[in-house]
T-cell receptor, first 116, second 117 residues
Framework: AQKITQTQPGMFVQEKEAVTLDCTYD???????LFWYKQPSSGEMIFLIY??????QNATEGRYSLNFQKARKSANLVISASQLGDSAMYFC?????????????FGQGTILTVHP | GAVVSQHPSRVICKSGTSVKIECRSL??????MFWYRQFPKKSLMLMAT?????????EQGVEKDKFLINHASLTLSTLTVTSAHPEDSSFYIC?????????????FGSGTQLSVL
Protein backbone atom coordinates (compact mmCIF):
# COMPACT_ATOMS: atom_id res chain seq x y z
CA ALA A 1 0.00 0.00 0.00
CA GLN A 2 1.12 3.52 -0.69
CA LYS A 3 1.50 6.05 2.05
CA ILE A 4 2.35 9.74 2.19
CA THR A 5 3.40 11.42 5.42
CA GLN A 6 3.63 15.10 6.19
CA THR A 7 4.87 15.48 9.74
CA GLN A 8 4.51 19.26 10.05
CA PRO A 9 0.91 20.25 10.86
CA GLY A 10 1.92 23.91 10.74
CA MET A 11 4.89 26.00 9.68
CA PHE A 12 5.72 29.66 10.10
CA VAL A 13 8.10 31.70 7.98
CA GLN A 14 9.08 35.32 7.67
CA GLU A 15 8.30 37.06 4.43
CA LYS A 16 11.17 36.83 1.90
CA GLU A 17 12.74 33.86 3.64
CA ALA A 18 12.85 30.30 2.34
CA VAL A 19 10.88 27.46 3.88
CA THR A 20 10.97 23.68 3.50
CA LEU A 21 7.87 21.55 3.82
CA ASP A 22 8.57 17.89 4.52
CA CYS A 23 7.09 14.90 2.76
CA THR A 24 8.03 11.24 2.99
CA TYR A 25 6.45 8.42 1.09
CA ASP A 26 6.32 4.68 0.99
CA UNK A 27 5.64 2.55 -2.05
CA UNK A 28 6.77 -0.72 -3.53
CA UNK A 29 6.08 0.46 -7.08
CA UNK A 30 9.28 1.44 -8.96
CA UNK A 31 7.31 3.90 -11.10
CA UNK A 32 5.53 6.69 -9.31
CA UNK A 33 4.98 10.42 -9.34
CA LEU A 34 5.04 12.96 -6.56
CA PHE A 35 3.01 16.16 -6.55
CA TRP A 36 2.72 19.24 -4.41
CA TYR A 37 -0.49 21.26 -4.32
CA LYS A 38 -1.40 24.51 -2.61
CA GLN A 39 -4.88 24.93 -1.16
CA PRO A 40 -5.78 28.47 -0.11
CA SER A 41 -8.79 29.19 2.05
CA SER A 42 -10.95 29.34 -1.08
CA GLY A 43 -10.54 25.57 -1.38
CA GLU A 44 -9.16 25.20 -4.87
CA MET A 45 -6.21 22.86 -5.35
CA ILE A 46 -3.41 24.63 -7.17
CA PHE A 47 -0.77 22.46 -8.84
CA LEU A 48 2.73 23.55 -7.87
CA ILE A 49 5.29 20.99 -8.93
CA TYR A 50 5.75 17.39 -10.09
CA UNK A 51 8.59 14.88 -9.77
CA UNK A 52 8.69 11.53 -11.53
CA UNK A 53 10.47 8.62 -9.88
CA UNK A 54 12.83 8.24 -12.82
CA UNK A 55 13.62 11.92 -13.17
CA UNK A 56 17.34 12.48 -12.71
CA GLN A 57 17.11 16.09 -11.65
CA ASN A 58 15.08 17.78 -8.97
CA ALA A 59 12.03 19.56 -10.33
CA THR A 60 11.82 23.34 -10.20
CA GLU A 61 8.95 25.69 -11.01
CA GLY A 62 9.73 29.34 -10.35
CA ARG A 63 10.06 29.83 -6.59
CA TYR A 64 9.20 26.19 -5.95
CA SER A 65 11.71 23.38 -5.98
CA LEU A 66 11.42 19.78 -4.96
CA ASN A 67 14.23 18.20 -2.98
CA PHE A 68 13.87 14.61 -4.16
CA GLN A 69 15.89 12.06 -2.21
CA LYS A 70 14.86 8.72 -3.61
CA ALA A 71 16.88 6.52 -1.27
CA ARG A 72 15.39 8.28 1.73
CA LYS A 73 11.94 8.34 0.11
CA SER A 74 11.50 12.01 0.71
CA ALA A 75 10.17 14.76 -1.54
CA ASN A 76 10.40 18.03 0.34
CA LEU A 77 9.03 21.25 -1.13
CA VAL A 78 11.24 24.31 -0.90
CA ILE A 79 9.64 27.71 -1.33
CA SER A 80 12.15 30.48 -1.82
CA ALA A 81 11.52 34.15 -1.06
CA SER A 82 8.21 33.54 0.71
CA GLN A 83 5.35 35.92 0.02
CA LEU A 84 2.27 36.72 2.11
CA GLY A 85 0.17 35.07 -0.58
CA ASP A 86 1.95 31.79 0.05
CA SER A 87 -0.02 31.35 3.28
CA ALA A 88 -2.17 28.28 2.64
CA MET A 89 -2.46 24.54 3.22
CA TYR A 90 0.09 22.50 1.25
CA PHE A 91 -0.42 18.89 0.28
CA CYS A 92 2.07 16.33 -0.91
CA UNK A 93 0.56 13.58 -3.04
CA UNK A 94 1.66 10.42 -4.77
CA UNK A 95 0.31 9.08 -8.01
CA UNK A 96 -0.60 5.44 -7.91
CA UNK A 97 0.98 3.16 -10.44
CA UNK A 98 -0.75 0.58 -12.53
CA UNK A 99 -3.59 1.29 -14.93
CA UNK A 100 -4.99 4.39 -13.31
CA UNK A 101 -2.27 6.98 -13.17
CA UNK A 102 -4.58 9.77 -12.11
CA UNK A 103 -5.34 8.41 -8.66
CA UNK A 104 -3.60 10.38 -5.96
CA UNK A 105 -2.89 9.54 -2.35
CA PHE A 106 -2.53 12.68 -0.25
CA GLY A 107 -0.58 13.48 2.86
CA GLN A 108 -2.18 15.12 5.87
CA GLY A 109 -1.20 18.59 4.78
CA THR A 110 0.87 21.41 6.26
CA ILE A 111 -0.55 24.84 7.03
CA LEU A 112 2.00 27.48 6.09
CA THR A 113 1.74 30.94 7.57
CA VAL A 114 3.92 33.72 6.18
CA HIS A 115 4.52 36.61 8.55
CA PRO A 116 5.26 40.14 7.30
CA GLY B 1 -2.19 24.45 -17.23
CA ALA B 2 -5.35 22.57 -18.06
CA VAL B 3 -8.59 24.10 -16.86
CA VAL B 4 -11.09 22.11 -14.85
CA SER B 5 -14.34 23.80 -13.95
CA GLN B 6 -16.59 22.67 -11.11
CA HIS B 7 -20.10 23.87 -10.27
CA PRO B 8 -21.65 24.85 -8.01
CA SER B 9 -18.99 26.20 -5.69
CA ARG B 10 -21.34 26.10 -2.75
CA VAL B 11 -24.70 24.45 -2.16
CA ILE B 12 -27.01 24.26 0.82
CA CYS B 13 -29.82 21.73 0.75
CA LYS B 14 -32.38 20.14 3.00
CA SER B 15 -31.93 16.66 4.35
CA GLY B 16 -33.40 14.05 2.01
CA THR B 17 -32.87 15.97 -1.20
CA SER B 18 -30.39 15.14 -3.96
CA VAL B 19 -27.60 17.40 -5.12
CA LYS B 20 -25.73 17.28 -8.42
CA ILE B 21 -22.18 18.56 -8.81
CA GLU B 22 -20.63 19.04 -12.24
CA CYS B 23 -16.98 18.72 -13.23
CA ARG B 24 -15.95 19.91 -16.69
CA SER B 25 -12.66 19.88 -18.51
CA LEU B 26 -12.70 23.13 -20.47
CA UNK B 27 -9.74 22.90 -22.81
CA UNK B 28 -9.13 19.20 -23.16
CA UNK B 29 -10.95 15.89 -23.32
CA UNK B 30 -10.64 14.01 -20.07
CA UNK B 31 -10.42 10.26 -20.39
CA UNK B 32 -10.79 9.89 -16.67
CA MET B 33 -12.07 12.08 -13.87
CA PHE B 34 -11.62 11.57 -10.16
CA TRP B 35 -13.83 12.61 -7.26
CA TYR B 36 -12.42 13.41 -3.84
CA ARG B 37 -13.96 14.33 -0.51
CA GLN B 38 -12.34 16.56 2.08
CA PHE B 39 -13.36 17.30 5.66
CA PRO B 40 -12.30 20.62 7.25
CA LYS B 41 -8.54 20.89 7.65
CA LYS B 42 -8.14 17.26 6.62
CA SER B 43 -6.66 15.49 3.66
CA LEU B 44 -8.38 14.60 0.43
CA MET B 45 -9.80 11.12 0.15
CA LEU B 46 -10.44 9.54 -3.23
CA MET B 47 -14.06 8.49 -3.61
CA ALA B 48 -14.27 7.16 -7.14
CA THR B 49 -12.77 7.04 -10.60
CA UNK B 50 -15.01 8.04 -13.48
CA UNK B 51 -14.35 6.86 -17.03
CA UNK B 52 -16.28 8.18 -19.99
CA UNK B 53 -18.95 5.75 -21.15
CA UNK B 54 -18.45 3.20 -18.42
CA UNK B 55 -19.38 2.64 -14.81
CA UNK B 56 -17.44 4.43 -12.15
CA UNK B 57 -15.04 2.56 -9.90
CA UNK B 58 -15.61 3.30 -6.25
CA GLU B 59 -13.05 3.17 -3.46
CA GLN B 60 -13.62 0.83 -0.58
CA GLY B 61 -16.17 2.14 1.86
CA VAL B 62 -17.82 4.57 -0.55
CA GLU B 63 -21.53 3.87 -1.13
CA LYS B 64 -22.13 3.80 -4.87
CA ASP B 65 -25.88 4.17 -4.41
CA LYS B 66 -25.37 7.27 -2.29
CA PHE B 67 -22.82 8.90 -4.58
CA LEU B 68 -23.92 8.44 -8.18
CA ILE B 69 -21.32 9.27 -10.80
CA ASN B 70 -22.06 9.77 -14.46
CA HIS B 71 -19.40 10.47 -17.09
CA ALA B 72 -21.53 11.02 -20.16
CA SER B 73 -18.94 12.79 -22.28
CA LEU B 74 -15.22 13.36 -22.44
CA THR B 75 -15.65 16.80 -20.91
CA LEU B 76 -18.26 16.27 -18.22
CA SER B 77 -18.58 14.11 -15.12
CA THR B 78 -21.31 14.56 -12.52
CA LEU B 79 -21.51 13.50 -8.89
CA THR B 80 -25.00 13.23 -7.44
CA VAL B 81 -25.35 12.96 -3.69
CA THR B 82 -28.68 11.18 -3.29
CA SER B 83 -30.94 11.62 -0.29
CA ALA B 84 -28.36 13.83 1.34
CA HIS B 85 -27.99 13.87 5.12
CA PRO B 86 -26.01 16.17 7.40
CA GLU B 87 -23.13 13.68 7.55
CA ASP B 88 -22.71 14.12 3.79
CA SER B 89 -21.77 17.75 4.39
CA SER B 90 -18.24 18.11 3.10
CA PHE B 91 -16.02 19.65 0.45
CA TYR B 92 -16.11 17.70 -2.82
CA ILE B 93 -13.49 18.26 -5.48
CA CYS B 94 -12.77 16.68 -8.85
CA UNK B 95 -9.68 16.24 -10.98
CA UNK B 96 -9.37 15.34 -14.64
CA UNK B 97 -6.86 13.24 -16.53
CA UNK B 98 -6.09 13.73 -20.20
CA UNK B 99 -3.67 11.01 -21.09
CA UNK B 100 -3.59 8.77 -18.07
CA UNK B 101 0.15 8.65 -18.57
CA UNK B 102 2.71 8.33 -15.80
CA UNK B 103 4.13 11.83 -16.18
CA UNK B 104 0.86 13.69 -16.50
CA UNK B 105 0.31 16.69 -14.30
CA UNK B 106 -3.11 16.55 -12.69
CA UNK B 107 -5.36 19.57 -12.30
CA PHE B 108 -8.32 20.07 -10.02
CA GLY B 109 -11.61 21.87 -10.11
CA SER B 110 -12.31 24.60 -7.60
CA GLY B 111 -14.38 22.35 -5.38
CA THR B 112 -17.94 22.33 -4.03
CA GLN B 113 -18.85 22.96 -0.42
CA LEU B 114 -21.98 20.97 0.39
CA SER B 115 -23.96 21.79 3.50
CA VAL B 116 -26.94 19.59 4.34
CA LEU B 117 -29.36 21.02 6.87
Amino acid sequence: AQKITQTQPGMFVQEKEAVTLDCTYDTSDPSYGLFWYKQPSSGEMIFLIYQGSYDQQNATEGRYSLNFQKARKSANLVISASQLGDSAMYFCAMRKGGTSYGKLTFGQGTILTVHP
Amino acid sequence: GAVVSQHPSRVICKSGTSVKIECRSLDFQATTMFWYRQFPKKSLMLMATSNEGSKATYEQGVEKDKFLINHASLTLSTLTVTSAHPEDSSFYICSASLTGGPNEKLFFGSGTQLSVL
